[in-house]
């Protein structure tokens, strides 16, 4: 397990997807306390753990640059901590070739949700190269220890059995280039743990019953509330909130479907875009990703040891 204790730390700041926000992430990191410095920006007593997606979006910012230079400071120099958010895997296998073709076609769709990246990469290799390298050394989840207290970041979804089987495969919880052939193979056991622990998990409707996704895709799948330990039908889990599954809502939770207790300890999410006043899922679980890329906010949660979490900890811009 990717595990990392830290005696001088009192607290963490656990930072949603930023998607290319570079002005908003540096308005929330000094209004969190952090000061820029030669090292980039820190706190005395503090550290950011960013949720991944740091980049796609944001098209008309032109930020993604410095956004990764600040992250990637923070970072290198131990003011941060990070996790690989979809966006970074989804980029990795863009860019690498393998057998003659990408790893991640470059369709319409994928040029589309890439290229505010392209935007300012595409013309730079050897800065592309060095963005690239970074998102392979972010593992795909942390537990970090405060004292005697835990707790969990990862993307988008906390399950156990998917962890074993990547930690399993995978170096400290990280991929290589060897890995991400594996993980971009539909089919391969990498490549479901990755398309959890990074996506959601998913299950499909029965067969008739689509609906559309916030890109307008039609999509004969949902993911799930894995935080809702207590749910009995499909309707009480699925995702996005509002999702109308007609008959299938009345459906049993799928078996398989992770399961994350009341007594586990806080586990800090990102992806699921979205709104509203921000707030805990769970006492033990809350999603920072409250759609900064659709005119939403960018959202920390303060953390110093808490084991139910508190809706009063929460601050965004």
């Known amino acids: 397990m990717r595990e990392i204790k830290e005696e001088r730390v009192r607290g963490y700041d656990i930072i949603g997807d930023i998607h290319g926000h570079a002005q908003v992430l540096e308005n929330?990191?000094?209004?969190?306390?952090?000061?820029?410095?030669?090292?980039?920006?820190?706190h005395p007593n503090r550290k950011v753990v960013f949720l991944g997606d740091f980049i796609d979006r944001g098209e008309e910012l032109r930020e993604h640059r410095r956004l990764l230079d600040t992250v990637m400071a923070m970072?290198?120099?131990?003011?941060?901590?990070?996790?690989?958010?979809?966006?970074?895997?989804?980029?990795?296998?863009?860019?690498?070739?393998?057998?003659?073709?990408?790893?991640?076609?470059?369709?319409?769709?994928?040029?589309?949700?890439h290229q505010?990246?392209?935007?300012?990469?595409?013309?730079?290799?050897?800065?592309?190269?060095?963005?690239?390298?970074?998102?392979?050394?972010?593992?795909?989840w942390l537990e970090l220890e405060l004292g005697a207290r835990k707790m969990r970041a990862v993307h988008a979804c906390w399950s156990e059995a998917h962890l074993r089987t990547a930690q399993d495969i995978l170096a400290d919880?990280?991929?290589?280039?060897?890995?991400?052939?594996?993980?971009?193979?539909?089919?391969?056991?990498?490549?479901?743990?990755?398309?959890?622990?990074?996506?959601?998990?998913e299950t499909s409707l029965p067969e008739g019953i689509t609906f559309l996704d916030k890109d307008k895709n039609v999509r004969d799948a949902v993911r799930v509330q894995w935080w809702k330990d207590t749910a009995s039908t499909l309707g009480e889990v699925a995702l996005p909130l509002g999702v109308d599954?007609?008959?299938?809502?009345?459906?049993?939770?799928?078996?398989?479907v992770p399961r994350y207790g009341r007594e586990e300890v806080p586990c800090f999410i990102g992806h699921y875009w979205l709104n509203g006043a921000p707030g805990p899922l769970a006492d033990n679980v809350a999603?920072?990703?409250?759609?900064?890329?659709?005119?939403g906010k960018l959202v920390a949660y303060r953390w110093s040891g808490e084991q139910s979490l508190d809706r009063k900890n929460f601050t965004w811009c």
């Open 287 to 295: 999603c920072l990703d409250y759609s900064i890329a659709k005119s």
């Open 245 to 256: 599954l007609q008959e299938a809502a009345a459906l049993p939770v799928p078996r398989g």
């Open 116 to 140: 505010a990246f392209l935007n300012e990469f595409a013309q730079d290799p050897d800065e592309k190269a060095r963005v690239l390298a970074f998102f392979y050394r972010l593992p795909l």
């Open 28 to 42: 929330l990191l000094e209004h969190l306390g952090y000061g820029q410095g030669e090292t980039g920006y820190s």
């Open 75 to 113: 970072v290198e120099n131990g003011h941060a901590h990070a996790v690989m958010g979809n966006h970074e895997f989804n980029a990795l296998a863009f860019h690498t070739i393998n057998e003659g073709k990408p790893l991640r076609a470059h369709d319409d769709k994928n040029i589309k949700q």
């Open 173 to 201: 919880a990280r991929l290589s280039e060897t890995s991400l052939i594996s993980a971009s193979e539909e089919g391969t056991a990498l490549f479901e743990a990755v398309e959890v622990l990074l996506k959601g998990y």
